[in-house]
């Protein structure tokens, strides 16, 4: 029985009762040790009568070993992953082992794991157990959580067990606290009754209604003299578990300590090793009988972490590293290795090689946290200066592509005290900026780089000419043109050995024009760039991807977008998730530029959610500021302003936060504050003028707006973007009243939203006049356009007009057909009607193929068809 854990028991049989249902859900149980999480679990998985259970836990000796979790989770279900899309199938498999491949995108193993779990529970419902996630390898809980979040209807209920430390965000919480009087009373006295009355409230106040406390602390109480103060509690706990095993026979705490080191559990391996100090197999009753461990299967198991945890702390370093070579002699090449470090009391130049040596083993499987740990171990015990420094220098970047952005710093630091190689010197540059620029600390970012530069400069220009260009990015984001002008300065110095398909000094010299207000300069120069991104399929991303966002910079949505697709098929066929938020950026923002409002929302919205469970928190920011413009200009005001303080918080999403709120204040007649808002942000949205040029129109102080139009036509004239002329044409209406700006305003711009905005001003004007009929086309074509966009405040501005002038607009219900669906349900839809399967879908949006089935279920009935013929023969654009 579980005292005072009603409400928890409750949450638990309710995601259980879901999972029966064919939902999926997940709870994250968290608390201090020993406070009733693996209870819980227990709990689960009794009353998940009809489950197929699966079940897996953290182990702290086991936590740099990659996906060791996840395979022994996994382990029951492997005969199903020739059931996945073939590009999660491979990634999954090499990342357990079970193949050589390559390295795939760490987080695309995460979608494999969902894939797998949502086909396991095919027949029947799912219930995913894993304990200790404070301890499970950080690839295991990488992917674990990954697929976690994008649970939606696969029948799977996934229970997760933490401490307190362990805190993912994006999952809902259990969180659980002491156990209050009445139940900590009453479970003391269930398990341990007779106490005397001084033992009992001795046992009570220090246990502080831990359970684990409640059920252990009796055996030590009698014998243990009243402190002068309270111990810590997790301290007591370990005292007690050593007191308990400290009863035990000589061989039968050997075994214990064998175990405590081995952190596969495997039971032969630990009774190999054993026998090196003349343990035999009968001295594992004892411990069993303690309570201390048990056996499943084949594997030895702790009946509780703290348990091991005491166990292998309270033995001496010296009886610790005669463990370790004793496990190195039995097990395979990779413990062996391990082992072998852990045991290491001076510098082995041949145990360091091997440490490197599994280190690429592990990167090669995405285990990058477990190479970190086994090159800086490999470097600890390096004879060699240079050598040990090489290895740090490579466990820093290795923490940087697991994620660790703290422990990377501190890492390239330590290397770069180190180093007397300028290009090694110049990597760690680059590791201590990229960790300051996502945390916005863009000067410090910038000096680090443009000093390193400098030093590497004469003995290699190619990485001196990337830390210059990223001195110019950061120096966008920052406003900064000086910087960004030296940095190209220093840039066009460097030797021009140039492919034309990377123009970096055009792209330098053009982003520093750009940043300083000289577009005549900058436009053919980022033109180059675009060109050059234009040219190349197949590979170079990281170009590819740089020339999408320059055409964004130059006012070229469409190339911005056609690259940014290609890149997005490319990323999904290769499984490359971790790349996905860069494009998708690109992509949502061409989209919403073009008026294509339904397909940049979900766009956004996919990337911002994979940004923000893959670390990239620069990206995040500015997705989140594209869905903050999209709700402002649907007018959800609530939702406009949590987006935008999600982006705001950031310098990355700063500009799009702004230009979302004065958007929504436009959209809402609140003038004064759009134009102030809007003022700040004209520089890096040249679309945002047009929206100043209004507010300040409105407030009759359009001499507020003179500089930024000046700025655009300037701009204009050296982009020669047709939107761009339009929007001239249409501030210069608004600012004279002249109709046949308006008109060719109109005519000139092909992107539905900004034509509806324009036609409703235009509207507006010509009802002021007094032409009522004349007005009435374009506040009718306004009204239906804005409705097809979802953008509701400014449907209800063109219907208001219109019955200003005495009509009345009723709205056709087919308009809003595909504004029924949600952002995944569209991508969903129309990847079904060009004909794909559930498997493909699933394979190309990351999802799960039941995810992409319920998704469908769900869309049907909103647009009134009920087969992919029907869906396909649906207007979905």
Known sequence: ??????????????????????????????????????????????????FTVLRGAGVESEAELPYAGLHLLLLPVLHLVDELPAVQATALRAALGMV??????????GVAALSLLAEAAGAGPLLCLVDDMQWLDKASADALLFAARRLRAEGVAMVLAGREEFAPAGLPELPLSGLAGAAAAALLDERVPGLSAQVRERVLAEAGGNPLGLIELPATADHTPFPLGPLPLTRRLQDAFSDKGAGLPEQARTLL??????????????????????????????????????????????????????VYQAAGFARRCAVHRALAEVGDQERRVWHLAAAATEPDERLAADLESSAEGFRARTGHAAAAAALERAAALTPDEADSTRRLAAAAEAAIDSGQFDRGRQLAERAATRS????????????????????????????????????????????ARTMLLLVI???????????????????????????????????????????????????????????????????????????????????????????????????????????????????????????????????AAAGEAIAGQTG??????????????????????????????????????????????????????????????????????????ADLVEAAVRLGTPERAARSLAWLEEWTAAA????????????????SNDEERFARAVAADERPF?????????????????????????????????????????????????RATGETLTRDPGVELLGRLTSQELQVVRLAAKGATNKEIAAQLFLSPRTVGHHLYKAYPKLGVTTRTELAALTLS
């Open 1 to 50: 029985m579980l005292h005072g854990r009603e409400g928890e028991l409750r949450a638990v049989d309710g995601l259980l009762g879901q999972a029966r249902t064919g939902a999926s859900g997940v709870l994250l149980i968290r608390g201090e040790p020993g406070i009733g999480k693996s209870s819980l679990l227990e709990h689960a998985e009794a009353a998940a009568e009809g």
């Open 420 to 463: 007397t190689d300028p290009l090694l010197t110049a990597r760690m540059a680059m590791i201590r900026a990229d960790v300051d620029f996502e945390r916005g600390a863009l000067e410090a970012a910038c000096a680090t780089l443009m000093t390193a530069s400098q030093a590497v400069a004469a003995t290699d220009p190619a990485p």
């Open 616 to 689: 990239q928190s620069h990206l995040e920011a500015q997705l989140c500021g594209v869905r903050a413009w999209l709700s402002a200009a649907a007018g959800r005001e609530r939702e406009c302003r949590e987006m935008a303080a999600r982006a705001g918080g950031r310098p990355y999403g700063a500009a799009w936060a702004q230009w979302a709120l004065g958007l929504l204040d436009l959209g809402l007649g609140r003038y004064d504050q759009a134009l102030d808002r809007l003022d700040q942000v004209v520089t890096h949205q040249a679309a945002a003028v």
């Open 257 to 310: 300590l064998v175990a405590s080191a081995e952190d596969t559990g495997e039971l032969a391996l630990i009774l190999r090793a054993a026998r090196a100090f003349g343990v035999h197999e009968d001295a594992l009753e004892p411990c069993e009988r303690a309570g201390l461990v048990r056996v499943e299967g084949t594997r030895l198991v702790f009946g509780h972490p703290l348990a091991r945890s005491a």
């Open 473 to 603: 990015r950061n120096s966008w984001y920052a406003g900064d043109p000086a910087q960004a002008e030296e940095a190209a300065a220093r840039l066009d110095r460097l030797p021009r050995l140039e492919d034309p398909r990377r123009p970096a000094s055009a792209m330098a010299r053009g982003m520093s024009a750009l940043l300083a207000g000289r577009p005549a300069r900058a436009m053919p120069l980022l033109r180059e760039v675009v060109e050059g991104g234009r040219q190349v399929r197949h590979d170079l991303h990281g170009l590819r991807n740089n020339a999408a966002q320059v055409a964004l910079l130059v006012g070229d949505h469409e190339a911005a977008l056609d690259i940014a697709r290609t890149l997005a098929e490319e990323c999904a066929a290769r499984g490359m998730i971790g790349w996905l938020p860069h494009v998708n950026l690109v992509q949502a923002a061409a989209e919403l530029h073009l008026g294509r409002h339904l397909d940049a929302a979900a766009t």
């Open 720 to 735: 020669g973007r047709p939107w761009a002329v339009a929007l001239i044409e249409r501030c210069h209406a608004l600012l």
């Open 754 to 802: 900004d034509r509806a905005r324009t036609q409703l001003l235009y509207g507006e004007w010509l009802r002021r006049e007094r032409r009522k009929h004349d007005a009435r086309t374009p506040l009718r074509e306004a009204a239906d356009a804005f409705d097809r966009l979802g953008a509701g405040p400014w449907a209800e501005r063109a219907r208001g007009e219109l």
């Open 100 to 109: 050589q491949g390559p390295g795939e995108d760490r987080f695309l193993v």
